[in-house]
């Protein structure tokens, strides 16, 4: 997914030096770096969401209490910012913002 700081973000599943998974990023300029690496079999799979707090969220399907899984943060420096939760209507509706 790309953030807010235009970089785009990811998970991969068995990478890293520990062979666990990583938490990585892409600049627009191609640039690649690895921000975390999994210590245990978490199973980071899937995309991250933005908060409008800046922060990237995402979840897992193993580790946490019981191997059940848990939901992470990735503070990446990013700034607040507001969205619109509804993007169309009739004119003198008024809008949601979310943030």
Same mark, same amino acid.
């Given at each position: 997914?790309q953030?807010t700081d235009?970089? @785009?973000?990811?998970?991969d599943? *068995?990478?890293?030096?520990? &062979?666990?998974?990583t938490?990585?990023?892409y600049s *627009?300029?191609?640039? @690649? !770096? ?8 978490v199973?980071a799979?899937?995309? /991250?969401s933005?908060?409008?707090? &800046?922060?990237l ?6 580790g946490g209490?019981?191997?059940l899984?848990?939901? /992470?943060?990735? !503070?990446?420096?990013?700034r607040?910012?507001?969205? *619109?939760?509804?993007?169309? &209507? ?7 913002? *979310?943030?």
């Amino acid at each position: 997914m790309q953030a807010t700081d235009g970089n @785009f973000y990811g998970l991969d599943y *068995l990478g890293s030096t520990f &062979g666990d998974g990583t938490i990585y990023d892409y600049s *627009l300029s191609g640039t @690649f !770096n690895t921000l975390y690496d999994w210590t245990s079999n978490v199973a980071a799979q899937g995309q /991250f969401s933005q908060h409008t707090n &800046g922060g990237l969220y995402g979840v897992t399907y193993q580790g946490g209490t019981n191997n059940l899984g848990t939901v /992470f943060s990735l !503070n990446i420096g990013a700034r607040p910012f507001v969205g *619109l939760v509804q993007y169309q &209507g009739k004119s003198g509706n008024t809008a949601q913002i *979310l943030g």
